[in-house]
């Protein structure tokens, strides 16, 4: 395994592989890796030849008053984690190499991205959409991968990709879970005993709502309720939204039917989660 801190050692690097006939797999990450971004990587590897793993905590994805600063980072366990799971080159960009003076560019996806987390953290997307798409122009990877764990991301990555013609294969992946059903996240080292508790009322209400659209429920406002109930009966938890909504549009829906997104975000303590559900209804009932 190699490791890069210039783009000019990717880029040689990647050269050489190409020249070889080899495909390059791909996982853009913030690092903290957990059984998340492991999963990726072993779809990667499962894919392609190469697998190059970045590892930034991007400045231009957080807002004002974000966690930029104290967003959790160690190098040593991220390099033995790419390790075990056969990366050929980690790559560490600088924040001067990705953002030097005079930087003036930036991708924007539109209509996708204005509900949903894009509301509540405004030019977000606009900072994932810059750094994926100078680290696919870097890395020029044959797949990628990315979680359904940030399923607006997904869908807005796969839009900026088709829409820019980026020759580039995008590959979702499931949602990873503790044992009780918390989402692993890198966040969650933020939460204290009694918050980490707390926050598996997403996950619960996640899997009642399910449970309810298994035996039947088609009406999205009645899903909803149970959503919010299922939160408000956590005095840590505050929801910053529930959305029902088409999985491909990210529109909200009032019946479901087809491929359909219940999507949750909401603060424990001062820790913002999120969650979903990505569910295929018919359209029986
Ligand atoms: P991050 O380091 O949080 O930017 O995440 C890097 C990639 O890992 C993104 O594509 C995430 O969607 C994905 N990811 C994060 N958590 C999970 C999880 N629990 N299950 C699956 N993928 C995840």
Not at 67 to 93: G, I, M, Q, S
Not at 150 to 157: N, P
Not at 192 to 199: L, S, T
Not at 227 to 255: C, F, K, M, N, S
């Amino acid at each position: 395994m190699q490791t890069a801190h210039t783009v000019e050692e990717v880029r040689e690097l990647v050269s050489k592989w190409k020249q070889q006939g080899l495909r390059i797999g791909f996982t853009p990450t913030m690092g903290y890796l957990h059984e998340g971004h492991e999963s990726l990587m072993r779809a990667a590897v499962a894919d392609a030849d190469k697998l190059v793993v970045s590892i930034f905590v991007n400045p231009m994805q957080f807002g004002p008053g974000e966690d930029f600063e104290r967003y959790p980072r160690d190098t040593e366990h991220d390099l033995a984690v790419c390790l075990r799971n056969k990366a050929d080159l980690v790559f560490f960009p600088s924040v001067e190499s990705m953002y030097p003076p005079g930087f003036h560019t930036s991708v924007e996806v539109e209509s996708l991205t204005e509900r949903l987390c894009g509301k509540s953290r405004p030019g977000h997307f606009k900072g994932v959409c810059t750094v994926v798409c100078k680290l696919f122009n870097i890395v020029s990877p044959d797949f990628a991968y990315f979680g359904q764990k940030d399923a607006q991301q997904l869908a807005v990555i796969r839009r900026m990709t088709a829409d820019l013609n980026m020759p580039i294969t995008i590959v979702g992946c499931p949602i990873v879970r503790e044992a009780d059903g918390l989402a692993k996240s890198s966040r969650n080292a933020y939460l204290n005993a009694e918050e980490r508790r707390a926050a598996l009322a997403l996950s619960r209400s996640l899997a009642l709502a399910e449970q309810a659209v298994r035996k039947g429920e088609r009406q999205s406002a009645v899903i909803r309720d149970m959503l919010q109930a299922g939160l408000a009966g956590e005095a840590l938890v505050r929801p910053d939204y529930i959305e029902i909504v088409d999985a491909g549009t990210l529109q909200p829906i009032e019946r479901l039917e087809g491929e359909v997104l219940l999507a949750l975000a909401a603060y424990v303590g001062k820790t913002r989660l999120i969650d979903n559900s990505l569910l295929t209804v018919s359209a029986a009932y």
